[in-house]
């Protein structure tokens, strides 16, 4: 047997830099390298699952290549906190460094309690689609205690006469908006089926029915009412409600998988097989093998997830069938595949040191077969031979595989793929070995606690290694967290077999002794493939470049022909806000393009100004435009049925987050508070021009920024009006209104000035819905309506938002004199008197407070605001090396003990960890997680206990 060895050119360019990478648009498949392979893993470690309002969410952002090195492609990471109504909520932008970074979400506390999701995800990923963004789903718990009904109540189910379900609900909209009395759409989800349907309030009530198949498992019902609408970075408490009804809570759903793909007649089969609940969670069961005649062929039981596998020789002539004696005392059979007459079975197996294949068949041929040897789409080995008897084994050493999943493939003469199998490799000498070593036995509120940690390599090594330490109360853990993973069951598990993997945790737990025969019934059913192979590219076109750092791109244009590049040299000076202040300067290329390589300004948003200048440095006036940004990606937000925890568990959560939260200060709750409906901005920089109108008139009802009008403006349109009008008609609609001569007549004693209002019989005036007169700000100044002519010609780049107060508070009357200051108090009143007046305002800000001056278009300079990199923030905990008696005055509860991302161990591998412990008592959990610069990974946990401190009494 001759195994070939792992192909070098492979290898050289998985762990090169991203040219090598790049290349591969212009290289054809030879070299066994799947397209997929050239993806980033992005991996966060969160603090936590379970938060409740208020709280930091700390994470560690880790992105690496294929085999699991630190990245060398990308340097900035997108992580954004996606609410239930797929709307992001927060986005951070990571600055990444030898691709690890870290970061933070502060939850608001008026956010509604529900599930969230947070996505990250790099620019070089999205060639790849979103099974390569990182996804993690946090259930967030308001503190606020909040006396509503729930919204679906009543729930009534009842079996009609043509054998179907009619499902009875009672709707309470307003938990979700008070005083809500509009129309109700209610979404009707299944597998199987959507609908929606309009339900209108009869007698003060909502109230729906509807029928259903009676086979459904489950149907969703989701709630939205009419009239909510998010924009910006406005956000109402609350905008959709679902719950799912079980409809069969006794479904079982058993399936058989064998092992390559086919059941062989008269070959001994690997059949798998997996047992399914109706909340799609496997279930624990017992049964038997049976033929057609009811003969009992083998037992089989599941693990604990619902899964196993049996061997057993199969017959052409007969059909089988897993049987099943549920509680009721009713029998269930679930069919297995059909037994096919040729063909050939593709077995694995292991020893210590070895993976084996055997391939057999029953077809008689002298052909020549091969197998190929794949991890991470990387090929590792190729391995051809002929059947001898219908059979043929070899060995591969299993210190050549990697660790994780390895795809054996097994393919005819012809190229053709007629086989395959996963095997997980888990070889835990090649996993990161950390070994933990406290200071103390004993621990009491606010002790020094140190960590004395150790990492190696399988020979017993020291290793340098980042690695990041989490200590928190173990009582405020997520009580699922074997649901979610960790470092080594992401990289090494989930980030390369798709769908739900329940538990994934304990396949990598060590006390687990059926890890390994878990795994592998993982593999050959979750990972189970029929044959079914998608064509390979040839040939690998990559549309979006790795983005190393900040950056803005754009062109210059003639300023009579926006389509035609300046014929001479044209250089640019570029500045941007932030401390300090960056200075850039650059010469356009011969077609007009620019890209100026930033760097790393740490603030949310930086301002901008671009100014031309021709080769002898005078400023020279072109068009300047910016390269729209990538929009963001879709966003997939994976609903499933709301599954309350029992009460004792939510309310002492709540309890111990209350108590943790009024310790440290942050807000008075009594047990009576409740929470109202409030529209609340968040993102919002209020700055003085801001701030003036706040004070008079409170807080904006919609604000659209300058990111939003960039990405809606289309080249036909003359400038802002253009662009309300059509792309925001429901916020600011238009008129043409026609004025009195007086209402212009700005200079009665001067003949040599034309009143505006011979010049434009009537003025196309911007309003707001439900109002009949809208005022005009610029920058916190009334504009007057000698200007209204320039306001439709407003270049968007210009801008910084145009915000809109529907209601404004306070006395309006006197910017009617404002806005037309040549005419009296009298002229005004005949102006309104035919009507009550409902004012609104329309502000808008511009980039650099230019007020007035912003009308006018700017040549050869742009002004704009950009993303920055986010801020970190260092986490902290408090010291208490001298304690006295007023310091236990203040309780001090975190849930987070300590939280250091980016530690680093010396050349050997140690490493210390300090700090303080707070004044909860009982088990707290050190978590280590770890990645070292060849890709080496590891996990560690052990738990502490803190006793109460008695001099503190």
Same mark, same amino acid.
């Given at each position: 047997m001759k195994i070939l060895s792992v192909n070098t050119i492979v290898l050289v360019c998985f762990l090169s830099f991203s040219t090598c990478i790049l290349k591969a648009q212009e290289t054809s498949n030879t070299n066994g390298i799947l397209k997929l392979s050239y993806a980033e893993k992005i991996y966060l470690q969160l603090s936590n699952t379970v938060f409740t309002t208020g709280e930091t969410i700390w994470?560690?952002? *880790?992105?690496?290549?294929?085999?699991?090195?630190? /990245?060398?492609?990308?340097?900035? #990471?997108?992580?954004?906190l996606i609410d239930f109504d797929e709307n992001i909520i927060d986005t951070k932008t990571l600055k990444l460094e030898n691709g690890l970074s870290d970061s933070f979400f502060d939850l608001d506390e008026k956010l509604t309690s529900g599930r969230y999701l947070i996505r990250a995800y790099t620019k070089w990923n999205r060639n790849f689609g979103e099974d390569f963004f990182f996804k993690q789903y946090i259930n967030v718990f308001s503190i606020l205690?909040?006396?509503?009904?729930?919204?679906?109540?009543?729930?009534?189910?009842?079996?009609t006469s043509n054998d179907q379900l009619k499902i009875t609900v009672k709707l309470h909209p307003e938990s979700i908006k008070e005083d809500y009395k509009k129309d109700l759409k209610v979404y009707i989800l299944s597998e199987d089926f959507k609908d929606s349907v309009e339900v209108?309030?009869?007698?003060?009530? =909502?109230?729906?029915?509807?029928?259903?198949? @009676?086979d459904l498992i489950k149907v969703e019902l989701k709630v939205k009412l009419e009239d909510t609408k998010l924009k910006n970075f406005k956000r109402k408490v609350e905008s959709t409600y679902s719950k799912t009804i079980a409809l069969n809570k006794d479904y079982l759903d058993v399936q058989f998988f064998p092992e390559s793909g086919k059941m062989i007649d008269g070959l001994t089969n690997n059949i798998a097989y997996k047992a399914i609940n109706y909340k799609g969670l496997g279930k624990v069961i017992s049964g038997h093998i049976v033929d057609e005649t009811d003969s009992i062929i083998t037992p089989f039981t599941t693990n604990k997830l619902g899964m196993g596998f049996v061997y057993f020789k199969p017959d052409k002539h007969k059909t089988y069938y897993g049987k099943i004696l549920r509680t009721n005392g009713v029998a269930y059979k679930y069919p297995l595949p059909e037994v096919m007459e040729y063909g050939y079975v593709l077995?694995?197996? $292991? +020893? &210590?040191?070895?993976? !084996?294949?055997?391939?057999?068949?029953?077809? @008689?041929? $002298?052909? !020549?077969?091969?197998?190929?040897?794949?991890?991470?789409?990387?090929?590792?080995?190729?391995?051809?031979?002929?059947?001898?008897?219908?059979?043929?084994?070899? #060995?591969?050493?299993?210190? $050549?595989?990697?660790?994780? *999943?390895?795809n054996i493939t097994l393919f005819n003469s012809n190229k053709v793929p007629i086989g395959e199998r996963l095997f997980f490799n888990l070889d835990e000498e090649n996993i990161l070995n950390i070994a933990l070593e406290l200071d103390k036995t004993i621990y009491t509120q606010r002790d020094k606690t140190s960590l004395n940690l150790a990492f190696t390599n399988k020979k017993n090594e020291g290793i340098a290694t980042n690695f990041s330490a989490l200590v928190i109360d173990n009582d405020k853990l997520n009580s699922n967290r074997n649901e979610q993973h960790n470092i080594l069951s992401y990289f090494l598990l989930h980030s390369e077999l798709k769908g739900f993997i329940e538990k994934p945790n304990t396949y990598f737990d060590k006390n687990n002794m059926y890890?390994?025969?878990?795994?592998?019934?993982?593999?050959?059913?979750?990972?189970? &493939?029929? =044959?079914?192979?998608s064509k390979r590219d040839s040939i690998y076109n990559f549309d979006i470049k790795p983005e190393t750092g900040l950056s803005i791109s754009g062109?210059?244009?003639?300023?009579?022909?926006?389509?035609?590049?300046?014929?001479?040299?044209?250089? #640019? +000076?570029?500045? /941007?806000?932030?401390?300090p202040p960056g200075i850039y300067t650059q010469t356009v290329d011969s077609i007009g393009n620019f890209v100026f390589n930033l760097d790393d300004h740490f603030r949310n948003q930086l301002d901008i100004l671009i100014q031309s200048s021709n080769k002898k440095g005078k400023a020279k006036n072109f068009n300047l435009e910016l390269d729209k940004p990538m929009p963001e990606p879709r966003i997939v937000y994976e609903r499933e049925e709301t599954i309350a925890l029992p009460d004792t568990i939510i309310t002492e959560f709540l309890k111990k987050k209350t108590e943790e939260r009024r310790a440290a200060g942050g807000f008075n709750l009594s047990d009576d508070t409740v929470e109202l409906n409030a529209v609340e901005l968040t993102g919002y920089n209020v700055t003085p021009e801001r701030e003036k109108l706040f004070r008079l008139h409170g807080?904006?009802?919609?604000?659209?920024?300058?990111?939003?009008?960039?990405?809606?403006?289309?080249?036909?349109? !003359?400038? #802002?009006?253009?662009?309300?009008?059509?792309?925001f008609p429901d916020d600011v609609y238009f008129e043409n209104v026609s004025f009195p001569a007086k209402a212009f007549d700005l200079v009665t004693h001067d003949p040599s000035v034309t009143p505006v209002d011979t010049i434009v019989k009537s003025l196309e005036v911007p309003k707001i819905a439900n109002t009949n007169h809208a005022f005009v700000f610029i920058d916190g100044e009334i504009v007057e309506g000698i200007d209204y002519p320039l306001l439709p010609f407003l270049a968007v780049e210009n801008i910084k938002s145009v915000e809109v107060l529907r209601r404004p508070n306070g006395s309006l009357l006197q910017y009617y004199q404002e806005a037309f200051p040549r005419n009296d108090i009298i002229e005004i009143k005949k102006m309104i008197a035919h009507q009550v007046p409902i004012i609104g305002i329309i502000s808008i800000y511009t980039h650099g407070s230019n007020g007035i001056a912003a009308l006018l278009p700017p040549k050869g300079v742009y002004k704009g605001t950009i993303p920055g990199l986010s801020a970190k923030r260092e986490f902290y905990t408090p010291k208490y090396e001298t304690l006295k008696t007023k310091d236990w005055d203040i309780p001090d509860l975190r849930s987070v003990i300590h939280w250091k991302p980016l530690a680093q161990t010396n050349e050997e591998g140690n490493a210390k960890v300090e700090f303080y412990n707070g004044d909860n008592t009982g088990d707290m959990l050190v978590v280590i997680e770890a990645i070292s610069t060849d890709g080496k990974i590891g996990y560690f946990e052990t738990t502490y206990t803190v006793d109460k401190r008695l001099e503190s009494n």
């Amino acid at each position: 047997m001759k195994i070939l060895s792992v192909n070098t050119i492979v290898l050289v360019c998985f762990l090169s830099f991203s040219t090598c990478i790049l290349k591969a648009q212009e290289t054809s498949n030879t070299n066994g390298i799947l397209k997929l392979s050239y993806a980033e893993k992005i991996y966060l470690q969160l603090s936590n699952t379970v938060f409740t309002t208020g709280e930091t969410i700390w994470y560690k952002a *880790i992105v690496t290549n294929t085999i699991n090195q630190p /990245t060398k492609l990308s340097g900035v #990471l997108y992580v954004e906190l996606i609410d239930f109504d797929e709307n992001i909520i927060d986005t951070k932008t990571l600055k990444l460094e030898n691709g690890l970074s870290d970061s933070f979400f502060d939850l608001d506390e008026k956010l509604t309690s529900g599930r969230y999701l947070i996505r990250a995800y790099t620019k070089w990923n999205r060639n790849f689609g979103e099974d390569f963004f990182f996804k993690q789903y946090i259930n967030v718990f308001s503190i606020l205690p909040i006396e509503k009904q729930d919204v679906i109540t009543n729930i009534v189910l009842r079996e009609t006469s043509n054998d179907q379900l009619k499902i009875t609900v009672k709707l309470h909209p307003e938990s979700i908006k008070e005083d809500y009395k509009k129309d109700l759409k209610v979404y009707i989800l299944s597998e199987d089926f959507k609908d929606s349907v309009e339900v209108k309030r009869i007698d003060k009530q =909502y109230a729906l029915e509807y029928t259903v198949p @009676k086979d459904l498992i489950k149907v969703e019902l989701k709630v939205k009412l009419e009239d909510t609408k998010l924009k910006n970075f406005k956000r109402k408490v609350e905008s959709t409600y679902s719950k799912t009804i079980a409809l069969n809570k006794d479904y079982l759903d058993v399936q058989f998988f064998p092992e390559s793909g086919k059941m062989i007649d008269g070959l001994t089969n690997n059949i798998a097989y997996k047992a399914i609940n109706y909340k799609g969670l496997g279930k624990v069961i017992s049964g038997h093998i049976v033929d057609e005649t009811d003969s009992i062929i083998t037992p089989f039981t599941t693990n604990k997830l619902g899964m196993g596998f049996v061997y057993f020789k199969p017959d052409k002539h007969k059909t089988y069938y897993g049987k099943i004696l549920r509680t009721n005392g009713v029998a269930y059979k679930y069919p297995l595949p059909e037994v096919m007459e040729y063909g050939y079975v593709l077995s694995i197996g $292991e +020893t &210590s040191d070895y993976v !084996s294949f055997r391939v057999k068949s029953n077809i @008689k041929t $002298e052909d !020549s077969l091969y197998v190929k040897v794949k991890s991470r789409g990387v090929l590792i080995r190729k391995h051809p031979f002929i059947l001898e008897n219908g059979i043929h084994e070899a #060995l591969i050493k299993k210190a $050549e595989i990697p660790n994780g *999943i390895v795809n054996i493939t097994l393919f005819n003469s012809n190229k053709v793929p007629i086989g395959e199998r996963l095997f997980f490799n888990l070889d835990e000498e090649n996993i990161l070995n950390i070994a933990l070593e406290l200071d103390k036995t004993i621990y009491t509120q606010r002790d020094k606690t140190s960590l004395n940690l150790a990492f190696t390599n399988k020979k017993n090594e020291g290793i340098a290694t980042n690695f990041s330490a989490l200590v928190i109360d173990n009582d405020k853990l997520n009580s699922n967290r074997n649901e979610q993973h960790n470092i080594l069951s992401y990289f090494l598990l989930h980030s390369e077999l798709k769908g739900f993997i329940e538990k994934p945790n304990t396949y990598f737990d060590k006390n687990n002794m059926y890890r390994k025969r878990n795994l592998d019934a993982l593999m050959l059913t979750q990972g189970w &493939s029929n =044959y079914v192979f998608s064509k390979r590219d040839s040939i690998y076109n990559f549309d979006i470049k790795p983005e190393t750092g900040l950056s803005i791109s754009g062109k210059v244009r003639s300023v009579f022909n926006v389509n035609k590049p300046p014929k001479k040299r044209v250089d #640019l +000076t570029m500045l /941007t806000s932030g401390e300090p202040p960056g200075i850039y300067t650059q010469t356009v290329d011969s077609i007009g393009n620019f890209v100026f390589n930033l760097d790393d300004h740490f603030r949310n948003q930086l301002d901008i100004l671009i100014q031309s200048s021709n080769k002898k440095g005078k400023a020279k006036n072109f068009n300047l435009e910016l390269d729209k940004p990538m929009p963001e990606p879709r966003i997939v937000y994976e609903r499933e049925e709301t599954i309350a925890l029992p009460d004792t568990i939510i309310t002492e959560f709540l309890k111990k987050k209350t108590e943790e939260r009024r310790a440290a200060g942050g807000f008075n709750l009594s047990d009576d508070t409740v929470e109202l409906n409030a529209v609340e901005l968040t993102g919002y920089n209020v700055t003085p021009e801001r701030e003036k109108l706040f004070r008079l008139h409170g807080a904006p009802d919609v604000v659209i920024e300058n990111k939003e009008l960039a990405k809606e403006e289309e080249k036909w349109m !003359s400038g #802002l009006y253009d662009l309300l009008r059509t792309k925001f008609p429901d916020d600011v609609y238009f008129e043409n209104v026609s004025f009195p001569a007086k209402a212009f007549d700005l200079v009665t004693h001067d003949p040599s000035v034309t009143p505006v209002d011979t010049i434009v019989k009537s003025l196309e005036v911007p309003k707001i819905a439900n109002t009949n007169h809208a005022f005009v700000f610029i920058d916190g100044e009334i504009v007057e309506g000698i200007d209204y002519p320039l306001l439709p010609f407003l270049a968007v780049e210009n801008i910084k938002s145009v915000e809109v107060l529907r209601r404004p508070n306070g006395s309006l009357l006197q910017y009617y004199q404002e806005a037309f200051p040549r005419n009296d108090i009298i002229e005004i009143k005949k102006m309104i008197a035919h009507q009550v007046p409902i004012i609104g305002i329309i502000s808008i800000y511009t980039h650099g407070s230019n007020g007035i001056a912003a009308l006018l278009p700017p040549k050869g300079v742009y002004k704009g605001t950009i993303p920055g990199l986010s801020a970190k923030r260092e986490f902290y905990t408090p010291k208490y090396e001298t304690l006295k008696t007023k310091d236990w005055d203040i309780p001090d509860l975190r849930s987070v003990i300590h939280w250091k991302p980016l530690a680093q161990t010396n050349e050997e591998g140690n490493a210390k960890v300090e700090f303080y412990n707070g004044d909860n008592t009982g088990d707290m959990l050190v978590v280590i997680e770890a990645i070292s610069t060849d890709g080496k990974i590891g996990y560690f946990e052990t738990t502490y206990t803190v006793d109460k401190r008695l001099e503190s009494n």
